[in-house]
Nanobody, 126 residues
Framework: VQLQASGGGLVQAGGSLRLSCAASGRTLSRYSIGWFRQAPGQEREFVAA????????YYADSVKGRFTISRDSAKNTVYLQMNNLKPEDTAVYYC????????????????????WGQGTLVTVSS
């Protein structure tokens, strides 16, 4: 599966953005999707994940209550709604896919994911 992240941009602190992770090549069914971000000079960190059923979600403490991950099977797309953005949210955001053959799992470890999108830059000004 090929993933493409989009929706990044420049926003003032307190503002909102919605990122999209669109899949091509095959359906996202059976793929758990995670969002990660990487700020300059820092390691890639987990942001949020959603199971292939959509029934389970998990968030990093730093974004809990501000970000919402969701998926639209009909559009073969996963979204990350980001509200009340802060300057420390500035980073390149990546979506990643994990094929799940049995059960329903989420991972916060980026090394568990098999497929990655190209990233989209989010810049939050103070």
């Amino acid at each position: 599966v090929q993933l493409q992240a989009s929706g990044g941009g420049l926003v003032q602190a307190g503002g909102s953005l919605r990122l999209s992770c669109a899949a091509s090549g095959r359906t996202l069914s059976r793929y758990s999707i995670g969002w990660f971000r990487q700020a300059p000079g820092q390691e890639r960190e987990f942001v949020a994940a959603i199971s292939w059923t959509g029934g389970m979600t998990y968030y990093a403490d730093s974004v809990k209550g501000r970000f919402t991950i969701s998926r639209d099977s009909a559009k073969n797309t996963v979204y990350l709604q980001m509200n009340n953005l802060k300057p420390e949210d500035t980073a390149v955001y990546y979506c990643a896919g994990l094929l799940v053959l049995v059960g329903s799992v989420l991972h916060v470890d980026p090394n568990k994911y098999d497929y990655w999108g190209q990233g989209t830059l989010v810049t939050v000004s103070s």
